[in-house]
Nanobody, 125 residues
């Protein structure tokens, strides 16, 4: 059973919106969760994180005010609502399962030990 499965990616014009989902299995959803992305030729970078309870969130500066991370613990599902998308948001987006319950404000991938396969988001100009 794949522990994390993302969906919701696609092609959208600049200024548009997408909502990514990530369904978790097992005990992964008992911890904080995060979203990362990787553009072609670039390293994977942190996007957003949320605590186990959902009460605390943290974002990279370039997505603040545009992206919203949330979770539904009853359905073991993580979301990323992306509005006002820009061409520079084009990347493969990955959800990640954390190693602690508190929100990660370091943006470090070392704070996560479970990863999904990724979903492609392409924003055209």
């Amino acid at each position: 059973q794949v522990p994390l499965v993302e969906s919701g990616g696609g092609l959208v014009q600049a200024g548009g919106s997408l909502r990514l989902s990530c369904v978790a299995s097992g005990r992964i959803f008992s911890f904080a969760m995060g979203w990362f992305r990787q553009a072609p030729g670039k390293e994977r970078e942190f996007v957003a994180a949320i605590s186990w309870s959902g009460a605390s969130t943290y974002y990279r500066d370039s997505v603040k005010g545009r992206f919203t991370i949330s979770r539904d613990n009853a359905k073991s599902t993580l979301f990323l609502q992306m509005n006002s998308l820009r061409p520079e948001d084009t990347a493969v987006y990955f959800c990640a399962g954390g190693i602690s319950r508190g929100v990660d404000d370091s943006g470090s991938s070392s704070m996560y030990d479970s990863w999904g396969q990724g979903t492609q988001v392409t924003v055209s100009s």
